[in-house]
């Protein structure tokens, strides 16, 4: 039985924390391939968990607060309630913390649920660190391509080969706001990189990244730690995501599918803040 969006939220911290059973997990990535909207949910709770989590860390070492509350703690009190008291003092403190974070977040994040490049973020995180298993993996170039070909109605041509850089380990499909979507996952230079595929239709659902690429022919956008570098490819729209350089996506992006025949040149790639 499918979950809805409050069942699917409410195991958060389970699918976060990899707890839980299987079937649980698998129910939950089933919501979140066909609900954008939870899937950037989710993204935004890790996004904050983390940063709560290493300013926190940070905190031991560096401020003195910790002393303030222990020494506040330690008094006639008996120890149960001096122990509230300092678990108390600890929620207060990464309250405080997660109000401040969730407001600078909130403020760089784009308010659309259609947003493009949060989506593909946050599914090539999950890809990334296992917490969604790639669906069908393989080195071989051809046999992702092929794989891909049976699984979306759309086009899908040759992934980048190595001397693009990129090292192809596997792929799979999804949905982004309902748009089918194949991917192929694999690294460039030792870090884990996503390739999105989409058909070059489904830009119309995501304005922002539509308006961009009227300005441009190839854009990078930011989320987080992750580069996103796009752009329409015959009849394609092809992301490439993940903790490298701007230039390495871009040749990854230039060389996907140009193992078939020769694709349009296309000049260097501006960010979507450039001005046009």
């Known amino acids: 039985m499918s979950m809805n969006c409050e069942q699917t939220r409410q195991h958060w911290h389970l699918f976060h924390d990899s707890e839980g059973d299987a079937e649980l997990h698998q129910r939950i990535n089933e919501h979140l391939s066909m609900c954008p909207e939870c899937a950037r949910w989710f993204f935004q709770q890790s996004q904050l968990e983390e940063a709560v989590t290493e300013t926190l860390r940070q905190g031991e070492r560096t401020a003195d607060m910790w002393d303030r509350i222990s020494r506040r703690a330690v008094s006639t009190e008996p120890t149960a309630a001096r122990s509230r008291y300092l678990l108390g003092g600890i929620l207060v403190l990464a309250a405080s913390m997660l109000i401040v974070v969730s407001l600078v977040f909130w403020n760089a994040a784009d308010g659309s649920s259609r947003d493009l490049t949060t989506l593909s973020v946050g599914l090539h ?5 296992g917490r969604e298993d790639v669906k069908f993996s393989s080195g071989s170039h051809i046999e992702i391509e092929e794989y891909l070909r049976r699984q979306v109605t759309f086009p899908v041509r040759c992934p980048p080969r190595e001397d693009a850089g990129f090292h192809a380990a596997g792929g799979g499909v ?3 706001d309902q748009a089918p979507v194949a991917y ?8 884990r990189v996503s390739v999105f595929i989409m058909s070059r239709e489904s830009l119309s659902r995501f304005p922002e990244q539509q308006a961009a690429l009227q300005r441009r022919q190839i854009v990078s956008q930011q989320r987080g730690d992750c580069e996103v570098v ?8 092809v992301l490439v995501v993940g903790r490298v350089t701007t230039d390495q996506l871009d040749r990854v992006l230039k060389a996907y599918g140009s193992y078939h025949e020769h694709g349009p040149q296309v000049p260097p790639t501006h960010r979507a803040s450039d001005p046009a």
């Open 174 to 176: 999804c949905k982004f």
């Open 125 to 129: 995180e999950k890809l990334a660190t």
């Open 184 to 191: 192929v996952v694999g690294q460039v230079g030792g870090q």
């Open 230 to 237: 796009m752009g329409e490819v015959n009849e394609n729209l």
